[in-house]
């Protein structure tokens, strides 16, 4: 899971709350490229802005918040994976959830040698969090390794943000 920090809201965000159809596009090219080195805030799998390989993501779900739905700092990108992330997560959360513009994933969340990820010493918030957004789908593994984060393991590996700490 990546440690998002959000940054301004762009200029045509009011555009989007009017009309989300018509600049959703432009808001996942701007939370990719601005806030989340284009990859799924979740898997950290490299995607697109197109819709058949992303889509927003309201952290905290808009059924159960709905105060929330136009909240910037509500909104992360999520790849289209079926059964995980975003889809996967749907309207499950709770206090336990990881939010990625809160909490530091890298405290909760580790990678075995063979990539599968694990909750550090086997804490509640890091369980959850897999189970809910099915972190460990096989077809996964081969990418995590490479992708470390969190202080616990240092700076992140993953070429396009080597070197910054989180
Ligand atoms: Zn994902």
Redesign the pocket.
């Known amino acids: 899971m990546l440690k998002i920090k959000k940054v301004e809201k762009p200029d045509f965000f009011n555009k989007w709350i009017k009309n989300n159809k018509g600049y959703s596009l432009e808001l996942r090219k701007y939370l990719l490229a601005e806030e989340q080195w284009k990859v799924?805030?979740?898997?950290?799998?490299t995607?697109s802005e197109s819709p058949e390989s992303s889509h927003i993501d309201h952290i905290r779900p808009k059924d159960k918040f709905p105060d929330l739905i136009h909240d910037y700092d509500n909104l992360t990108v999520?790849?289209q994976?079926k059964k995980?992330?975003?889809h996967a997560k749907g309207n499950k959360f709770d206090e336990n959830f990881i939010v990625p513009t809160e909490d530091s994933p890298g405290d909760y969340l580790t990678y075995s040698p063979n990539g599968e990820i694990r909750p550090v010493e086997n804490n509640k918030r890091g369980r959850e969090t897999i189970d809910i957004?099915h972190l460990n789908a096989p077809k996964?593994r081969p990418l995590s390794p490479a992708h470390v984060v969190g202080p616990r393991r240092g700076p992140c590996l993953r070429r396009p943000c080597r070197g910054l700490n989180f």
Do not use: A, D, F, Q
């Open positions: 799924c805030c979740y898997c950290e799998k995607v999520s790849c994976t995980r992330c975003g957004l996964l």
